[in-house]
């Protein structure tokens, strides 16, 4: 019965210590990364919600073409028509 007693001293008063002591060394890194995986979710929404216009810039750039491909044509029409318009000199 003495042993009993002992070691159940020994495991109360030594090995729950030890054992809560390597549970803090596991459970500390573990809410930390708890910490900054939230810190990372919320900074990726709000990096996606920032890029949801991106698909946009090529729509953009196809009509800065056009567009571009257009005020050429409209300023060598308008060459055209002044070159035309102009006197002569004699």
Same mark, same amino acid.
């Given at each position: ?11 109360? &008063?030594?090995? !729950? *210590? +030890?054992?809560? =002591?390597?549970?803090?060394?596991? $459970?500390?890194?573990?809410?930390? @990364? ?14 996606? &919600?920032?890029? !949801? *216009? +991106?698909?946009? =810039?090529?729509?953009?750039?196809? $009509?800065?073409?056009?567009?571009? @491909? ?21």
């Amino acid at each position: 019965m003495a042993v009993l007693w002992t070691m159940s001293a020994i495991g109360l &008063l030594v090995i !729950a *210590p +030890v054992v809560v =002591l390597l549970a803090s060394y596991v $459970i500390r890194p573990a809410r930390e @990364s708890a910490r900054y995986a939230e810190d990372i979710l919320e900074h990726g929404v709000g990096i996606s &919600l920032a890029l !949801a *216009p +991106v698909p946009a =810039l090529i729509t953009t750039s196809e $009509i800065v073409e056009v567009v571009t @491909s257009n005020a050429v044509a409209y300023v060598a029409a308008l060459r055209d028509l002044v070159a035309a318009s102009a006197p002569t000199t004699p």
